[in-house]
């Protein structure tokens, strides 16, 4: 580990560890620790601590149940991202987490 910073965090590591363990988001053992969430993150992982697997809101997700219709009844997903504004991997990506399209699918 490089860096005055997580020098510092060394000493509270326990700490860090349990709030990490505990839920808390990158950004708020940062801001309680006077660092960065990207300096959070790299004290985790210089330490061997596995990280959480994001949990992303897709940009579709409002959308969801007119989406999965409208693809459900033949609208092309070029047609769904023009409709929607988002690109058509957006769109693509969306249905295959909602299992409508798989991810080996064109």
Not at 62 to 73: K, L, M
């Amino acid at each position: 580990m490089k860096g005055y910073v997580l020098r510092r965090l060394s000493a509270q590591a326990p700490a860090i560890f349990a709030l990490y363990a505990g839920g808390a988001a990158f950004e708020q053992i940062g801001a309680r620790y006077d660092c960065s969430w990207q300096t959070v993150r790299r004290f985790l992982i210089a330490n061997d601590i596995p990280l959480r697997t994001p949990v992303w809101k897709l940009k579709l997700d409002p959308f969801e149940t007119e989406v999965c219709e409208a693809y459900a009844n033949g609208v092309g997903i070029p047609e769904l991202s023009h409709r929607y504004g988002v690109q058509p991997q957006t769109v693509r990506n969306f249905l295959v987490a909602k299992h409508l399209v798989r991810k080996t699918e064109s």
